[in-house]
């Protein structure tokens, strides 16, 4: 464990519950891949890889939020996921192609823990638990990916506004996103002017207040029924991740529990 991560956290158990894919692994595979793990500081715009690289590390946000970007060769771009303390960045790294599909930047700083893309590659291969927790995962972020891009063809702005607030809200601490209209009219695909628009009608709705680069959420219940079902789809298959992960790591920590040593039983519940 280096002096960064001991300068931030008190124990083993304190780091591992930060994010909530490695919070879900039985605590002996927790400790297997701890020797392996960095706790790194990520500023907000921080380009954590580019579309189509060969990934060299894979991230597992604790505080940070990141987001998943698909650019075009004009210029263009267009938020296709964000990935908060619920999930992994880089997931090409243990699916076996190993090239981005899309770039990651950071959305909101904060910190995560960082792993090379050979070492999880390794480990995913050797543990069917992790492996299971990673393609868990996975398939709730691709249902996130392609639900945005049904979001995007089909439903308005002020629709859209909704979602993106809404699940970037989930990632965050209390009501407050620390964001300019600029930046989201990146993330959504549209011009500044638009979001500008979509925003003001929220505000006098009493939904959101907007103030020098700050959205404060005023009406979460209003926000949902503003929002259209794409939030609610997104929503459910990560609060389905998160019950499969819970009852899986049960079973397997009972399973560990009654195949090992009398000594081991008290690591696992330190």
């Not at 158990?13 to 500081?41: C, D, K, Q, Y």
């Not at 946000?61 to 999930?87: F, I």
């Not at 393609?135 to 629709?159: I, V």
């Not at 989201?184 to 628009?197: Q, S, Y």
């Amino acid at each position: 464990m280096n002096a960064t991560w001991s300068n931030h956290m008190a124990d083993a158990s304190s780091v591992r519950t930060t994010n909530r894919v490695l919070a879900a692994l039985p605590f002996l595979e927790w400790r297997r891949l701890e020797p392996h793990l960095e706790w790194v500081e990520l500023p907000t715009g921080a380009m954590l890889y580019e579309s189509g690289v060969v990934l060299q590390h894979v991230y597992f946000p604790a505080t940070a939020v990141v987001s998943l970007v698909s650019s075009m060769q004009d210029g263009a771009s267009v938020e296709v996921a964000v990935v908060g303390n619920e999930g992994v960045v880089g997931v090409c790294a243990f699916m076996g192609g190993g090239h981005a599909l899309s770039s990651a930047v950071v959305q909101s700083a904060g910190h995560a823990l960082r792993m090379t893309a050979r070492s999880i590659a390794w480990h995913a291969n050797r543990s069917e638990a992790l492996m299971q927790q990673l393609l868990c995962y996975t398939q709730a972020l691709f249902t996130h990916m392609a639900q945005t891009s049904a979001c995007n063809r089909h439903h308005a702005l002020d629709q859209q506004l909704c979602r993106w607030l809404l699940l970037n809200l989930d990632r965050r601490m209390g009501n407050e996103i620390v964001v300019t209209q600029e930046r989201i009219a990146d993330m959504l695909g549209f011009r500044r002017e638009g979001v500008t628009g979509a925003a003001l009608k929220l505000q006098k709705a009493g939904l959101i207040q907007y103030r020098r680069g700050r959205i404060a959420i005023l009406d979460r219940a209003g926000l949902e029924e503003r929002s259209c079902e794409c939030y609610a789809v997104v929503r459910q298959a990560y609060d389905r991740l998160l019950r499969d992960a819970g009852s899986s790591r049960l079973a397997s920590e009972g399973r560990v529990r009654a195949s090992i040593s009398p000594i081991a039983p008290r690591l696992a519940t330190a």
